[in-house]
DNA sequence: GATGAATGAGTATTCATTCAT
DNA sequence: TATGAATGAATACTCATTCAT
């Protein structure tokens, strides 16, 4: 018996699989758990409403399997962004970009995680939470890196600003088609995003207000320690 | 205490319909359209679920009417905030203080426009998307008054930072309970709120990045106090 | 105390009761006895729900209300044909001519009549059955002296020949709108009527079978008695 | 006996589909379209009200199945009768007998149809219409060819005639309980149906006036036995 | 493993009827 | 007498889940 045709069936297990997950994520993406339709997701996989029980036991067991793997795949797409050397406000300016750009490029994401987000309260996915409160975690030691290399100043608590920053470019794409009717734009163009990702990083990195010209700079800002 | 003058009738059609709307806040806010119940709506409003039809015509026409009193009363805290005459530092300060307080007074709301703006592609209820849509509108014009007083500086399109602004103070709560068994703070505290409110209004104004202090900043902030 | 002022209140009790019994009559032949709606009708009445129940007890008691009230009407409107004294073709003629016009300007008993009959087995409103058996009976006996009278051949029991008459009459109403759009007929228009009561007369009184000349009538018609 | 030989399936999707339509046929028959209860024509169908939605979509699917049912039925029946070639007198007596016949054997039909002539102006379900007038236009064309070939007198339109035989017959079986009260007979007996039908046909073929019978009137009514 | 039929608990909605004023 | 609010039982319809083949 060779492995090969020991593996077809499987083979077709896993397609099986495959596509109730894929058309799970849709449907839990589009319309959230309780919006969900079992039927449907059945129909949309072309498969049989048994084998979701088969191979996910209940509605909450395909939740938590969809919820698992759209984690997996950010995990997957931003550790990567997060690992380069580079000098902290280089790092900064990618870091920002390769989140925003992931998330323009995964709308599903984008819903998935809000939809976790809302109903938290009532269901035990930790998933969706565990990476957010990793990420941010990671990020607030990169912005520590930062300001132990003297390229940031410290501002209130740093893990303060990284959620600030993480709401700023996550918000962009939870008022997705709001914004974009709003703004006459686009966000599936890659330029769009990048120049919205330039808006984070300038804020980021500089802020709003107008200061004067470098040549006289002494002091640090805090205006309070001035007299 | 004559009968006529008695203020508490048993049976009153604006208590009873005040009740609902109050029970039906509450449950949307937990559990979305979808989610909410009209039986455990009318059981919480002590009424009988006939009454919801009566006042409300179905489901649709009790979440619209909660999501119209949400956005109301919304609209009621930030316009007086809004309003003020102040140098453009501080109108910000103010307003992003402001809406913070608000957000963090009123998690039910957070999570109605939460829902709203996911279920936007299905429902039709504007108020929400309107909301937002007006209040960026506003503070984007104020953003470019300030602009034009010299006060900030242009980084990209207006619109955009606007849009980041309103992402990072929403998102705090979005994220609410996460954020806070991260921190290990209570957001109910009005000093916590303070705290987080300053990491924003810092980073939109001066930015992260370290320069050094110019020559003459030997005041306060606030230009208008150079002569 | 004066008898017109006492009469004051009374005149509205009875203007409400007139009312309400107007409105009822109209939902109950519209939509018949499940279908129509207390509050409709109450709303129809421009008058209170609760005053059904004070003046009729129950929908049941206001459609038996509404049952009679509808019979009375149609035996005021027909008893007069009946008692006229005519040679039993003219009175045939008459009686038919008479029903027909009934019928058509009565559109909504025929409505009630027709309900009722269906629902004849589950409600125990004896008025409709009544008086169309009524009716019938008496019709029956004027189609018997027709025949005593030597005007008339008997042809099978009379009680199935007056059935048969009423049928036709009523037909042409219950499937009146049918009818009319099949043959481009409105049968509000008397003249309409009138062509249809002719047809019923002619049928009853002549048949349809072509016949010789009536120079060589010698013989009573049943062909069986000739040889 | 093999299992795939089995022909009685505990889960057959046709078995079930039947047994729910005859169930509501019975229901809509005795109760209409809005007294009709699905809980009562599920558990009559000794099946789950769910399969209800499943085959016919809502309460008002399931009725036009009903009613489709019921016309076609009819159709086969009567299609046959109307068919056959026999000089225009007995194929008079033929279509009059058989239509009776059918009814009588049908009453489910005759309330069906019933129902849905009141309902007309409220639903849409063409079929019952449709077979009437479809019917009555054929019925309309014999009678003519009967005129055209000289056997019948033309009385009036057409139209109205055949209108008024088919309101004959089917007013007999509307009033059925009434009538068989009335008369002490029993319409399930063929016997008094025919004795019923004999009266119609009379009446169409003869009418009532007694008239002197023609000179060579010499032999029975059947005018292919005159040499 | 895969399929389609079946089910029972639940969901929004409606109705006739009755209080309270 | 009249009014408007309230109610509980029912009604059409839906869903996740489980048999039977």
């Not at 060779?2 to 849709?26: F, M």
């Not at 010209?213 to 640090?220: K, Q, S, T, V, Y």
Request: net charge neutral; glycine share 6%; with cysteine.
């Amino acid at each position: 018996m060779s492995p090969s045709t020991r593996t077809r069936p499987k083979r077709s297990a896993e397609r099986t699989r495959a596509n109730i997950l894929e058309a799970a994520i849709a449907a839990f993406a589009e319309h959230g758990f309780e919006g969900a339709r079992i039927d449907a997701i059945a129909a949309a996989a072309a498969s049989n409403k048994r084998m979701i029980y088969v191979y996910f036991e209940s509605k909450e067991g395909l939740y938590d399997a969809v919820m698992r793997a759209a984690v997996e795949s950010a995990l997957v797409t931003l550790r990567d962004a997060a690992n380069e050397e580079l000098p902290p406000e280089e790092r900064t300016r990618r870091l920002i970009r390769g989140y925003m750009h992931f998330l323009a490029d995964h709308p599903r994401f984008v819903r998935l995680v809000s939809w976790e987000s809302l109903a938290a309260s009532q269901r035990a996915s930790v998933a969706a939470a565990d990476l957010v409160g990793g990420g941010l975690q990671r990020l607030a030691q990169l912005a520590e890196r930062g300001v132990a290399e003297g390229a940031f100043q410290p501002i209130g608590d740093v893990r303060h600003l990284v959620a600030a920053v993480h709401g700023m470019c996550l918000g962009f794409f939870q008022r997705r088609s709001l914004l974009e009717s709003l703004w006459g734009a686009d966000l599936n163009d890659p330029g769009a995003v990048d120049a919205l990702a330039d808006v984070v990083v300038s804020l980021v990195l500089d802020g709003l207000r107008r200061r004067p010209a470098p040549a006289d700079r002494l002091h640090p800002t805090p205006p309070e320690t001035a007299p």
